[in-house]
Every structure is written in structure tokens, then in C-alpha cells.
């Protein structure tokens, strides 16, 4: 693990030269996961982790539901349907999940967490203020860990589950004191 | 569709009451996607979509690597390693692509993208200024699309494909205009 300087992620291969002028203005808006049942997620990512829904959109004659959520407060966003998408549309890291509906009667698990074959997505993580108080607050919720503070050699770092069993991983940016 | 109210979303059944105290500050920092060869995928994020190259962490003896890209100029980053580290916990919408050292070697493709059996994650989501013109471009580098925008009903959004296979959005704030 070196230490890098900008010039030396520069001269990665692969990493382009310069940025096109084509790609101004683009925001990594979202990431996409399917959920089994709503309610379980919407309690867990709004009580749990301090997410707000911003916006719920039903397609009735296809039988699913899309259920966007950000880490902001609700009342920092337009409170007209068409002004929070086209706001949502513009903020980094939102969260969309999918409901099929249905998904819900279904026995548990009816998704697959990317984390053993075929593997793919890994996780999505949570950056905290202060990641052992983070931690002690989930345990005491009763929420599933899938790695520890204490657990293996990276010990700044957590994962929990979410209800679908998709690994969020918890970190912080000041190094952990000892 | 029924347009919704911040009042609306706040008794969506799951919807916690208030945000608990504790998950002040909490950050949606990354998604993990593992691609198969970080050389072609750093030149499609990079080149193709405007990412920028934040950091880059090599874990020998576990033989992967870690990238972390964020839609952000260089040259806003600290251009020290710890210092750049702890800016890029505090973001929103960073994307960590984790490399298996080998992977590159072996047939294409490697990754389930999410979208067949077993499914589960589905995909990220590029917003746009616009997304006629992002598209064109799009098509013009030979990327290829899961769905373009004059398919099916939802005119207003596309999907294109990483070199994974890996599906990514694409949509644009304003409302498209006929």
C-alpha cells in the first residue's frame, strides 16, 4: 500500500489522460437493489441508517414499485413530486430498491447478495462520524453483522446486513483511535 | 403514478417517524462492483464516463486491489494519500471497483451482472445534463446498450452496459423535451 500522489493515479493504466468535456455536469446518481419486502427495508433504511424517501413510484400494470432513498433531511428537498425527481435526479448517492410485487409472501431469501457464486456487486457502504458508536447502536438494534470491528486483521472496518442479506459496510474517515 | 407529498412519503408503511440523532453525519459513500480486468474498466469509467481515479489500494498477500472513482476533477482532491483517503470517506457516490488479481486472464465474462438468476443488485445510474447527447456520444465510442432510449415505453432513460456487463443507467434531471 503505497502512498500516492495524484500523479501516480494518473499514470495507472487504463485511467484516461484527461477528462472529455462531453462528461461535465455527470453525477453518479444511484445504485439499484431489489428488495423483498418493503416494509422491512424502508424500516431498516430509515430508522437504522438515517435514510430519507424521497420519492415512490407504483407501476401497477408491471407489478413493481421503485422506492428512492437519500442520506438528507426530508426538508431539504422540494416538497412537489416534480420538483424532488428532478432534485433526486441531480444528488449524488441515492439508494433505489425495487420491490416486484409478490416478493413479500415469498420465503426468505428471494435475492442473492452478489457475495458468493456467481459473484458480482460486493457491498455498498455507509461512511460514519464515529464507527464504534455506529456499531454498538446496530448490535443493540439487533442488527446481523457480517464482519466485526473486532473481527480480522481490518479493524476500522464493519459490514452489517441489510434485511435481504446485501452487506453494507461501515466506515469512518478519521483513522480509528486506539 | 399519484404525485406525492413530503407528507405522503412520511406514511409509506416501514417509513420511520423522525430520523434518529445517531445517524447524524452518516454518509451512502460507495458501491463495490468487481470487475474482471481494472485496466479495461478504468479506461471505460474514466474515458467513457468521467470518473476520476481517487485511490488505489494493492492488497498483495490477498492478491486484489481496490480503485475508488469518483465523478469529482483531481484537482479538487488532497493531493496527499491520507488526506485524499479522508475526503473520499466523506463523499457521496463514490464507486470501488475490486480486482481478484488473475481475473484478467481468465474468459469474459467472469461477474453476474445481477440481472439474470439469481438476481439481486441491479444496476448504477449516471445523471446527465443531457441524455440525447450523452447517448449519441455513447453509441459513437461502439459502448454498448442494454436499452436505448427509443426502446420500449420509458423514452426518457437508457441503459448502457461496462465492460462487465454490468448495467448502468442513464437518465437527466429536466424533463426530455419532444
Redesign the interface.
Same mark, same amino acid.
Given at each position: 500500500? +503505497?502512498?500516492? +500522489?495524484?500523479d501516480d493515479?494518473?499514470a495507472?493504466?487504463?485511467?484516461?489522460p484527461i477528462?472529455?468535456a462531453?462528461?461535465?455536469?455527470?453525477?453518479?446518481?444511484?445504485?439499484?437493489?431489489?428488495v423483498r419486502d418493503?416494509?422491512?427495508?424502508?424500516?431498516f433504511y430509515?430508522?437504522?441508517?438515517?435514510?430519507?424517501?424521497?420519492?415512490?413510484?407504483?407501476?401497477e400494470q408491471a407489478k413493481f414499485s421503485l422506492?428512492f432513498l437519500?442520506?438528507a433531511?426530508?426538508?431539504e428537498?422540494p416538497?412537489?413530486?416534480?420538483g424532488r425527481?428532478?432534485?433526486l435526479?441531480?444528488?449524488?448517492?441515492?439508494?433505489?430498491l425495487?420491490h416486484n410485487h409478490g416478493t413479500e409472501s415469498q420465503p426468505a431469501p428471494v435475492?442473492?447478495?452478489?457475495n458468493s457464486e456467481?459473484?458480482?456487486?460486493?457491498?455498498?457502504?455507509?461512511?460514519?462520524?464515529d464507527v464504534r458508536?455506529?456499531c454498538a447502536?446496530m448490535e443493540a438494534l439487533g442488527v446481523p453483522f457480517q464482519k466485526k470491528l473486532s473481527d480480522g486483521s481490518m479493524r476500522g472496518i464493519a459490514f452489517i446486513k441489510d434485511p435481504?442479506g446485501?452487506w453494507i459496510?461501515l466506515?469512518?474517515?478519521?483513522p480509528l483511535a486506539d
Open positions: 500500500m +503505497t502512498a500516492q +500522489t495524484r493515479l494518473s495507472v493504466p487504463g485511467v484516461a477528462r472529455d462531453a462528461t461535465a455536469g455527470f453525477v453518479f446518481n444511484h445504485t439499484m437493489l431489489r418493503p416494509r422491512v427495508s424502508l424500516d430509515t430508522r437504522v441508517l438515517g435514510f430519507a424517501l424521497a420519492r415512490k413510484v407504483d407501476f422506492y437519500v442520506l433531511e426530508l426538508a428537498m416538497d412537489d413530486d416534480e425527481r428532478q432534485w435526479a441531480r444528488q449524488r448517492g441515492v439508494l433505489e425495487t435475492y442473492h447478495d452478489g456467481p459473484r458480482g456487486f460486493g457491498h455498498i457502504c455507509v461512511s460514519v462520524p458508536a455506529a447502536r435481504d446485501y459496510e466506515i469512518q474517515p478519521a
